[in-house]
C-alpha cells in the first residue's frame, strides 16, 4: 500500500524495491501501479485529512499501543469534580468483559502447559520437541527494598525518589 501511494504521489508507472536476505540474498522486486487502489487510498487519505486532521479530531481508537499512549498524553491529569454518563457503551463494555473473561482462561489454559512442560524438564535447563527449543534458565536478580530503605534512611529514600504520574484506568461492573 505504501508503494501505491508513493506512485500516486509521484506518478511513476513502478517502483522497485530491493533487499538483502540475511546478507547472502539479493533480491529485487518491481511493483505496478494499482489504479484501483489508489484511487481508494486517495477516498481514505482525504478523508482523514478533512475529517481528523483540519477537523482537529482523533481517528478512532484502534488498540494500539501507541494509541494507548497518545491519549494518556492528552489526558494525563483527571479532575476529581468531574463526572460524566457514557451513553450508548453498554455492549461495548459487555464485550470488554467477555474478553477480559477469555483473555484469563487462556492465560490460564498457556500457564497449564507451561507448568506441564516444567514438571516433564525437572531440573534440566533445556528441552527440544519438534520444531520448539524450550529453555528454562536460572537467574538472579538484585532489587533495591525500597520499603525498607524508606523506614531505616528516609532520608536518603527521599533524596532518589523519583515520582511519576499516571491515571490508572479501572472498569467494574456494578
Known amino acids: 500500500m505504501q508503494v501505491q501511494h508513493y506512485l500516486a504521489v509521484s506518478g511513476f508507472d513502478c517502483w522497485y524495491i530491493a533487499a538483502l536476505i540475511y546478507g547472502r ?6 511493483i505496478e501501479r494499482d489504479e484501483e487502489l489508489i484511487q481508494y487510498l ?5 478523508r482523514f485529512w478533512n475529517d481528523n486532521v483540519l477537523a ?3 481517528p478512532a481508537p484502534d488498540g494500539t499501543e501507541r494509541c ?13 469534580k468531574r463526572q460524566i454518563e457514557l451513553h450508548g457503551f453498554q455492549s461495548l463494555l459487555k464485550r470488554r468483559e467477555e474478553l477480559v473473561d477469555l483473555i484469563n482462561r ?9 507448568q506441564q512442560v516444567k514438571l516433564e524438564m525437572q ?16 537467574s ?13 534512611q528516609p532520608e536518603v529514600y527521599d533524596q532518589y525518589c523519583k515520582v511519576t504520574r499516571s491515571r490508572r484506568f479501572q472498569i467494574n461492573a456494578a
Not at 25 to 30: G, M, N, S
Not at 123 to 137: K, L
Open 25 to 30: 540474498e539479493f533480491i529485487v522486486h518491481k
Open 42 to 46: 486517495i477516498t481514505i487519505e482525504e
Open 56 to 58: 482537529k479530531v482523533l
Open 68 to 80: 494507548s499512549e497518545i491519549i494518556a498524553k492528552l489526558y494525563f491529569q483527571s479532575d476529581s
Open 106 to 114: 487462556m492465560e490460564q489454559e498457556k500457564n497449564s502447559i507451561e
Open 123 to 138: 531440573d534440566a535447563e533445556y528441552a527440544t520437541a519438534d520444531n520448539y527449543r524450550i529453555s528454562w534458565t536460572s
Open 140 to 152: 538472579e536478580a538484585r532489587r533495591l527494598d525500597t520499603k525498607r530503605l524508606k523506614e531505616e
